[in-house]
């Protein structure tokens, strides 16, 4: 379970994300979804305990993700796959990430083959990896403690399109076995299909939430057209943000 309450992020005068409120529940994908700027990467760092909250909390599992004792056992996070050490080779990466766990060497074998990259790429440094490369060793570390939950911030960005199926079936898969996803993306048709619930942030407010069943059915709509309505003239004054109902009106 991800809860955020109320959470709120302040640059000096400027609100980057502003009361969202939202669950992420086991056993579902949630999908997080906002035009660039919207606050999307701000409230999954604020989840992760990376960006201090300036008011409203954050909890991972039922506590603050600092308060995890091993983290990465419990969660998997890939928030910016191209900040690996780019001197390191991806299997060096996930060997130092899994010492540091406590996971053995055979798991991460595992997950090279899991995420598809072969034995060869594995062993050349991340300075030479493609964006794709760099995503699936993002996404490796993220699988590397067997977690709980998945934060994945854009994790299909890059990916090709059997890349992108591989993703799709992994999360069902995830949540099937009882995880927890919460899945930032701009691929909205990806959304569509592997999302159970959906939470959508404009100008750092939640301008709508619910299951991707409700959103589509009310609006009779693609996730693209609704999604585009709702976040297209998101006002930073605007009032309290969407619930069910008044997505409902605004999906009409
Ligand atoms: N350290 C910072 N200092 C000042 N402003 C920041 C900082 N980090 C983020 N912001 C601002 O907060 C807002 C939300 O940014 P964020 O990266 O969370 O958006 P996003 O929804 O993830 O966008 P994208 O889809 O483009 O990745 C943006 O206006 C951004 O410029």
Redesign the pocket.
């Known amino acids: 379970m991800i809860t955020a309450d109320h959470l709120t ?1 302040r ?2 005068d ?1 609100t ?2 502003g009361n969202v409120t939202f669950e992420a529940r086991p056993g579902l994908v949630t999908g997080f979804l ?12 604020m989840l992760c305990g990376l ?1 201090p909250v300036t008011s409203g909390t954050a909890h991972v599992l039922g506590m603050p993700f600092r308060e995890l004792t091993n983290p990465g056992r419990r969660v998997g996070v890939l928030l910016d796959a191209s900040a690996q050490h780019a001197g390191r080779t991806g299997r060096e990466a996930l060997t130092v990430s899994a010492m540091l766990m406590g996971v053995g060497r055979r798991r991460v074998t595992e997950v090279l083959d899991l995420v598809g990259l072969t034995p060869k790429e594995a062993d050349r440094r991340v300075r030479g990896y493609s964006l794709g490369m760099r995503q699936r060793l993002g996404i490796a570390n993220a699988l590397l403690g067997e977690p709980e939950v998945l934060i994945l ?2 994790p299909a960005n890059g990916l090709d399109p059997a890349g992108i199926r591989w993703m799709r079936d992994l999360l069902r898969d995830f949540v099937r076995s009882g995880g927890t996803v919460l899945l ?1 993306s ?1 691929l909205l048709h990806e959304v569509e299909k592997v999302a159970d619930e959906i939470v959508v ?1 404009g100008n ?1 407010r939640i301008v709508a939430q619910g299951s991707t069943e409700f959103l589509l059915s009310h609006s009779q709509r693609s996730l693209e057209d609704l999604f585009l309505d709702l976040t297209a003239d998101v006002s930073r004054d605007a009032a309290a943000p969407a619930t069910h109902e008044s997505t409902r009106e605004n999906a009409r």
Do not use: C, L, Q, W
Not at 34 to 45: D, E, F, I, L, V
């Open positions: 992020r640059y000096g400027f980057a994300v906002g035009p660039n700027g919207a606050g999307k990467s701000t409230t999954m760092r960006t911030d854009e930032s701009h942030i750092g």
